[in-house]
T-cell receptor, first 112, second 115 residues
Framework: QKEVEQNSGPLSVPEGAIASLNCTYS??????FFWYRQYSGKSPELIMF????GDKEDGRFTAQLNKASQYVSLLIRDSQPSDSATYLC????????????FGTGTRLKVLA | DTAVSQTPKYLVTQMGNDKSIKCEQN?????MYWYKQDSKKFLKIMFS???????INETVPNRFSPKSPDKAHLNLHINSLELGDSAVYFC??????????????FGPGTRLTVL
């Protein structure tokens, strides 16, 4: 079983819709969870981090964490064509060991 | 001002050669990392350094030797390059590497092609 799993996609959504990206992780000791966006040919850039159960909102982005079910999700409201990218879920696992594990990423396509 | 910089951006070389990639961060972070991203976009951690000390070595072949002369620099030397080493190598840094709100900042990447 992979440590951090994501559906590779592509996930296609129309412009203005909500895009929902999911990630599951295997290490119950994981403490911190990150969503990165990576445009083709570019480096990953942080969108959000979350470490408490529940929702965390930042502009059009909402991260959701459920530690009991070991999943973390990212919702993008009012999706724009410029949101088209690969979204990487990352887990600091376990906390304090300088080790970040990334999922394989979900490719999102927002159709104009 | 570039926060995390890497050189070179592209590296094309023959099998068996030795090459180095340099990384520098001007963020004042204590922790630096090397990642390898393969053709399927899987980003895998190779090494973590905290204050010039090696913390994580993720079963990387010993042909790969990182060096951190100070906490702002983390270089990667690769001996006897193989075809399977072709990938994009990203350097990253973070404040202390302990998770929580510790955000990683990535360099622009070095695309290594081994012929």
């Amino acid at each position: 079983q992979k440590e951090v799993e994501q559906n590779s996609g592509p996930l296609s959504v129309p412009e203005g819709a909500i895009a929902s990206l999911n990630c599951t992780y295997s290490d119950r000791g994981s403490q911190s969870f990150f969503w990165y966006r990576q445009y083709s040919g570019k480096s990953p850039e942080l969108i959000m981090f979350i470490y408490s159960n529940g929702d965390k909102e930042d502009g059009r982005f909402t991260a959701q964490l459920n530690k009991a079910s070991q999943y973390v999700s990212l919702l993008i409201r009012d999706s724009q064509p410029s949101d088209s990218a690969t979204y990487l879920c990352a887990v600091n696992s376990p906390s304090g060991t300088y080790k970040y594990i990334f999922g394989t990423g979900t490719r999102l396509k927002v159709l104009a | 001002d570039t926060a995390v910089s890497q050189t070179p951006k592209y590296l094309v070389t023959q099998m068996g050669n030795d090459k180095s990639i340099k990384c520098e961060q001007n963020l004042g972070h204590d922790t630096m990392y090397w990642y390898k991203q393969d053709s399927k976009k899987f980003l895998k951690i190779m090494f973590s350094y905290n204050n010039k000390e090696l913390i994580i070595n993720e079963t990387v072949p010993n042909r790969f030797s990182p060096k951190s002369p100070d906490k702002a620099h983390l270089n990667l030397h690769i001996n006897s390059l193989e075809l399977g080493d072709s990938a994009v190598y990203f350097c990253a840094s973070s404040l202390d590497g302990t998770g929580g709100k510790d955000t990683q900042y990535f360099g622009p990447g070095t695309r290594l092609t081994v012929l």
